[in-house]
């Protein structure tokens, strides 16, 4: 494309970028930020995981020529590396345990794609026995049930409060012209007190190994009942266990429901969630991409059309500057012309079609043969340097997670929090291999 279809890009967010302005004027009249609530917390947190450092069977040429004897360290891992990496206590999973306990907390409601994680399973079941943590799990109807089995025969006690488990499977449903739904792709806990305390996790993770051994973010937050934010996923909450059926129920619910918080939404934390708000993400992430000179991408899945013409038209109109850093599954997809892993070829040739127009994309050299990926989702926008905002969640840079699937993704301005995703991005480009110093061939420790 040239550049007169970059200008027909422009023209056509134009209307938006006077919309986004527009609004943001009438809502920074009476604007709050999440910290005007009492209590707040907010904790990002990479999973980061500690591993030790494999060694090829043998010494292998790279594709500058130089020999290679291993793995980079603690980027490809193993499952015997979990222990180490979840004993920390800045591992996920060492809080999210750590929250589960507390006993503020009367009930916990997850929705996630899957559920593997047995420490996490026997942690809540220890709770439900032992004081009647009330839990409430919502999985994708087509994940793997073995722990969403086991938890469902954790009971309290006789005497005790509460009640046994309720585990609900949700997605691939609907039709009849009102939208069938994908995957159930959400990654949220809410967990919720007596009194007005409400502690929120998202994260780019599944319970599964996505806590200690894939490359993630989670961010813990604690915040009020009566913030908007609360409120919003207190509709999500509601939506997915009452309106689920096809995609246009679950729009108009959260439609409705949001219109009935008596909250301003704070301006410096945005939530969209999916079915139905897919195309307000996507403004939000066109219109930073406009405004932005420097762009960081941590990606899983790239095969979002619009988002990647975009950016292959700024890259050649010399716009932005983009690092991309992704699971090194994407490069041996193209370079053996199949799919491997999850990602497929069609994304090999759409990244090389970015890399052509001036991207730099680093591999994180991960665990194929385990499934332990680089599983990050987010993109980090800076302006001569300056940090414009964060945008993150559950969701891949597909199409599906923006119309069909169920997701909750977040615009993020709070400025620790961008400075720690910030942080987190030159470390994963640090951790990351370019394409000269990967293996010549796809061999594994």
Known sequence: MKKKNLKKLIIKYFSLTTLCLSLFFIHSLSATTLKDYFPYEYTSLFTN?????????HAVLANNGELLEHKPSNVYCKNDDSIASASRENSPEHKIIEWIKN???????????SFSNDEVKAQLCEEIRNRGLNVTVVLDSGTGRRVADELAKC????EGPGR???ILFRGHSGGNGRGVT???????????????EVGLIFSSGNLSSGTVLHHENWNFIRTSSDSYFASAHSCLKKGLLDHYEDRTTFRTFIDQCRSEIAAPEESDLQTYFVPGEGSLAEKTIFFQLENSTEVFLAAHRLSWTPFMNTLEELLKNKKIALKIVVDDDLYWSGKLRKQVGLNTTLEAKRLKKLINAGAQVHYMETNQKEFLLHHNKFIVFKKNNELLGVFAGAGNFTGTAFSENFENFYWITIP???????QQADHLWDLGTAEEWLPQEMILP
Not at 106 to 113: G, K, M, N, T
Not at 182 to 196: L, P
């Open 103 to 113: 006993p503020k907390y009367q009930s916990v409601f997850l929705a996630y794609l």
């Open 155 to 158: 009971k309290a006690t006789p």
């Open 49 to 57: 995981p500690v591993c030790q450092t494999y060694f090829y069977p």
């Open 416 to 422: 620790e929090v961008m400075k720690s995703f910030n």
């Open 182 to 196: 994908g995957f159930q792709h959400n990654k949220i806990m809410i967990f919720e007190s007596n009194d007005k």
């Open 164 to 166: 046994a488990p309720e």
